[in-house]
């Protein structure tokens, strides 16, 4: 709290509001106790405004594409780390030591099975279900495979037994539901593997053709993951944060941030931008045409990919991942028709002042899906992917939300009510 306030001056009576400052010098006026000053709420559809909490975790200046960790920028942690060193970073507040991070990559491999019994869920999805929902229902039934513990016996650094079985499990059923989306036999964790190459190992060894790791695969997938690691208060973090505040426990908060992260203004965006590739790959390239439609009012039509609730300039993250895209391709080899398309459709935008003077520049998922398709991951995982990436994030904010007694009260809006007032009830044989 800072020594400035704020005055509302409504129907001529002034309210005297406090300020809180960030670290970083934004300033926020603290309309909690405005209501029983004055009896006004505020309205603020879509949270355009409003903050819902004080952090510590992630910092995002949205002007300025600035992009960090518990003050590490995402460039260094991108090109220094391994995921889940950030994941230990974004959950302790600190870079772990040599030995911590064994400690923890002991525990990625310790927890990795699942309950054999959680496998038959698997065999009762139909074919062909979302991986996105069987992900959500698999993650709520770890609460009661593995119920959440009140005390542990030995957290170390905040990392308490639930939240790296969590990290562990999440990485096998992602890899699961591909397998059983396939119907190939399940391939179980190996205790050999890094995180990020014991998911590809899973998700792509079989018993006529065994997966050899590449390691360009493995660099790219743990870039990706950590890029995806946080982003303060999105759509799926503020869900997390929300469910958690009515009291419930870890999985089905992360559940409920699963399903969030799924929509294509979200995470799922990702498919979609890949869908539209393809769309204008199929329709001979025709850029202008969905150029057009997307800048006409009255058509609904988005270019998927582009633009962003807090970035005013280029993603950071987008900048990052175009880099490592054109990397992959090289390294594999992979020719794939929609890098290009994905470029010329990026410079055309770049140029068209309808998307410039609305600050519209690619985002986190506009290139990631070419990456996902050039190791080999089909497109109905990519926001399975995203979700992996997240889940320290999220769980980094529910623990937050929850040591904190302010932003752990239940999150409860008000509302500005359009309804009708009173009306007379109408009975059956009346109306
Ligand atoms: N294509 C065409 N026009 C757009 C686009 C787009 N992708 N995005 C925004 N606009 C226009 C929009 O029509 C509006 O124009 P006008 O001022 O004339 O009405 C203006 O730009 C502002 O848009 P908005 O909808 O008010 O902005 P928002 O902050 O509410 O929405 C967004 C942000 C990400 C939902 C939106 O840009 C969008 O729908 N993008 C495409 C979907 C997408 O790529 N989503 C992934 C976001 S990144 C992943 C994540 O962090 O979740």
New binding site residues.
């Given amino acids: 709290m800072t020594q400035e306030t704020a005055q509302l001056i409504v129907d001529g009576k002034t309210y005297t509001l406090p300020v809180v400052e960030s670290t970083t010098g934004e300033r926020a006026i603290d309309i909690r106790s405005l209501r029983q000053q004055s009896g006004y709420i505020t309205l603020d559809s ?1 949270y ?1 405004n409003t903050g819902s909490c004080q952090s510590t975790i992630t910092y995002l200046d949205g002007d300025q594409g600035i992009l960090r960790y518990r003050g590490y920028d995402i460039a260094d942690l991108a090109a220094n780390c391994v995921f889940i060193e950030v994941a230990y970073l974004l959950l302790t507040g600190e870079l772990p030591t040599a030995k911590e991070l064994d400690r923890f990559k002991y525990d990625m491999t310790r927890y990795a099975l699942i309950h054999e019994d959680m496998i038959h869920f698997f065999d009762h999805f139909p074919p062909n279900s979302s991986p996105m929902s069987i992900l959500s229902t698999m993650v709520g039934t770890l609460h009661d495979f593995y119920p959440e513990m009140d005390q542990e016996e030995d957290p170390y650094g905040g990392i308490t037994t639930t939240t790296a079985r969590l990290l562990s499990k999440v990485r096998t059923i992602a890899a699961f539901s591909y397998k059983k989306n396939i119907g190939h036999p399940l391939v179980y964790p190996r205790p050999d593997l890094s995180y990020c190459a014991n998911f590809l190992n899973m998700m792509f060894d079989r018993p006529n053709m065994p997966y050899r790791v590449e390691p360009i695969a493995v660099i790219a997938l743990n870039k990706l993951l950590i890029l995806h690691a946080d ?1 303060e208060q ?2 799926s973090t503020s869900t997390v944060r929300l469910v958690g505040s009515a009291g419930v426990g870890l999985y089905p908060c992360i559940s409920a941030g699963v399903n969030a ?1 799924w929509g ?4 799922g ?1 990702n498919v ?2 890949m869908r539209m590739l393809e769309t204008i790959r199929r329709d001979g390239r025709d850029y202008d045409k969905y150029i057009a439609k ?2 006409d ?1 009255n058509d609904p039509y ?8 807090v970035y005013k300039t280029y ?1 950071p993250r987008a900048k990052l991942i175009k880099e490592i895209c054109t990397a992959v391709l090289d390294t594999l080899q992979v020719d794939d028709p929609l890098l290009e398309i994905a470029q010329e459709l990026e410079y055309r935008v770049s140029q068209d002042d ?2 410039v003077s ?1 600050n ?1 520049y690619p ?4 290139y990631s899906g070419i990456i996902y398709r050039a190791l080999g991951i089909p497109t109905n995982m990519f926001t399975v992917m995203f979700a992996l990436g997240r889940l320290p994030g999220w769980i980094a904010h529910w623990q937050e939300m929850n040591s904190d007694k302010d932003s752990s009260r239940i999150g409860r809006p008000r509302q500005v009510y359009r309804g009708l007032v009173n009306r007379p009830f109408v009975r059956l044989e009346d109306r």
């Fill in positions: 879509g355009m982003h999105n759509c992260l294509p203004s979200h995470g965006a979609a931008v997307a800048k009012p988005r270019l998927t990919g582009f633009g962003h609730r993603d309808y998307f609305r519209l985002n986190v998922d506009f």
